[in-house]
């Protein structure tokens, strides 16, 4: 069938709507048809060339739609007419990534990144000259239908709308999850969020729900620091005003906090985060930045003042697991999760969307296919 999706033709050249082939699902495969796509700076990080996937493809990572169709010998997991919150790394459930519990580093999903295909590796996604066309991340949902694989896709309940289930399947698994996951003992002890995007927001609620104390959060935006601080944040700092190190010292009386997220991914933010710790203080990058991003980690810092460094990719969260969790406490009313929807536009509007985005845009642009 032909549908329309935002082609990616070269990097540095601006996305346009395009008519594309979409081939039938094959086995462990569905056809999604996409009712609400976000619009996350990962993708842009394609866009400008920072981050390089194979050309050309079709954007979006953060998508959730109604299942249309079924590849052959389903195995009755998910049926026609569910909606589905789609996932950029898939589970396949036998790679040592997956049985240890850790999807997030399943094989399949560098398969995906490697050959711009599904997790078999191969392409669903033709133009209609019969040219190469390449899925991004297994997903490639703006598009007004995909089809992925059936180990992308977690069920979405009812009462959760399609562009929140859109976020929680990337920014807000990876913010809430890296809390959930990989920060210990919270409650009532310091924690700084670097970044208030979608994923440091997310971050924001994760931390108040465990109960993080104070809850600090720097940005250099007024209205995203705002907003934090309606979603919890105790203290908030405008690191381009203010000295970020300096303000986390006077609150913490002298001491650092004892966890940091950094939802940014760039050198200058990654290394003053290192400087907010607490002598055996850990910070957690979640902050995807260019290919070629490295920062100074001061020896003494690691070492004398036993510092930790880790990493985190989707939060280091179980998506399939912890999805459901998130939904769960959203339907409760404790992940406030429509604080973080923005403008909702047309497939045609990506560019504006993009243009939102990086002109600091409070809320997740929504793209409705
Ligand atoms: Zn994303
Ligand atoms: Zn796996």
Redesign the pocket.
Known sequence: MTVRAVVLREAGVRPAVEEVVLAAPKRGELVVRIEAA?V????YHYVTGELVAPLPLVLG??GCGIVEQLGPEPDGRIAVGDRVALL?RPRCGRCAACLAGNPALCERGRVQASTGGLPDGTSRLSLPDGGELHHLMGVSCFAERVVVSENAVVPVPDGVPPEVAAISA??VV?GVGAVLNVVERAAGRGILIVGAG?VGLSSVMGARLVGANPLIVADVDDAKLELARELGATHIVNSSRDDLVGEVLRITGGEGVPWAIEAVGRQQTLETTLECLAAGGTMVALGLGSVDTRFTVPLNQLVQRQKRVVGALYGSSNPPLDLPRIFGLYLDGRLPLDRLIGDRMPLADVNLAYDALLSGAVGRGILVP
């Not at 996350?40 to 993708?43: L, P, R, V």
């Open positions: 976000g996350c700076h990962s993708d990572h953060e950029w990337c920014a990876t979608g």
